[in-house]
């Protein structure tokens, strides 16, 4: 595996790559890896020859009370998890390389509407960053295909609505999301929870369950909105949302949807945990 820091060198070996008539997939990453991490890196593996995997902690999608000073840098431990798994190329840039004229003096790529309800409302100007940072990339590795987790759905569906209107020759894929054996969801920022309050947080997965068992059995969406966001606050937890929405777009749901997800951002201590879980009625 080789692992590249500049663009010229990343441009290089793709180019490579393409004169071999070879297909590049793509996993975009803010690195400390863990095994949902490479389950993306497999699932990319099977869509191309080749596979690039960046790490990058991009602060333009963090706000200013956030956690980017001290999100976890492991840039040798995800190396070796990389190359074990296949990877190809490590792409590995620092800010300035991403952002030659300043992070806040960039251009931005905006995706209007789905940016800016849940997570968005929460977090003004997060998913700006996401698919900046993500349009840039694409730009930089011009992958076939990209695979991205559906942990982080709304992320997923603004992923997708930027490619389709910029018209990226791009195949976005979502993996599933990865569990811990208690139904927690894979993610870095776990690892921030004191033992009490990892323990507490299996009640994120068992809420989203309960709802879509309601869906299942036709009861009201506002109730069970209401009931859930009630059930986290009693466990301790201090809920930005628990929602239900149609899964095609995020929007409300209309009565006959069938395709619908159950969405929720909740904070424990000082971390904020999301998770989602798709319903077909």
Known sequence: MLTIRTIDELRRAVAGWRAAGEAVAFVPTMGNLHSGHLALVARAREEAPRVVVSVFVNPTQFGPNEDFARYPR???????????????????????????????????????????????????????????????????????????GEKDYQQLLVIRRMVRDLAFPVRVIGAPTVREDDGLAKSSRNQYLAPEERELATRIHATLQAAAEGLRAGRDIAALEREGAESLERAGFRPDYFAIRRAEDLDEPAPGDRELVVLVAARLGGTRLIDNLRVTL
Do not use: W
């Open 74 to 148: 492991t840039e040798a431990e995800d190396a070796e998890k990389l190359e074990a798994a296949g990877a190809d190329v490590l792409f590995l840039p620092s800010v300035e390389e991403m952002y030659p004229g300043g992070a806040e003096a960039t251009t931005f790529v905006e995706v209007p509407g789905i940016s800016d309800i849940l997570c968005g409302e929460f977090r003004p100007g997060h998913f700006r960053g996401v698919a900046t940072v993500v349009a840039r990339l694409f730009n930089i590795v011009q992958p076939d295909v990209a695979v991205f």
